[in-house]
């Protein structure tokens, strides 16, 4: 039986374009519903969502700003320069 080919498309948009477009979708189907449960559950996805994508920007932006070969070296045991 031969093996089945895997998907190997890419999505559209970059992870925090997509991240970004998660969030404000949430957030207006929230708006468009009445008070309760499942509007309060989209919004804290919204909130939850722009989260990740902050901490996705630090950590995109300290491996920018971080000097060649300070990686692993330059830690102490617990990870932390």
């Given at each position: 039986m031969p093996k089945k080919k895997r998907n190997r498309s890419r999505?559209?948009?970059?992870?925090?374009?997509r991240l970004q477009k998660f969030a404000d979708d949430a957030r207006s189907a929230a708006r468009?519903?009445?008070p309760g449960r499942?509007?309060?559950a989209l919004m804290k996805k919204a909130r939850q969502t722009e989260a990740v994508m902050e901490v996705s920007e630090m950590l995109t932006r300290r491996r920018i700003d971080a000097p060649l070969g300070a990686d692993r070296e330059s830690?102490?045991?617990r990870?932390?320069?």
């Open positions: 999505p559209a948009g970059s992870f925090e374009d468009k519903m009445p499942d509007r309060e830690c102490d045991d990870g932390e320069v």
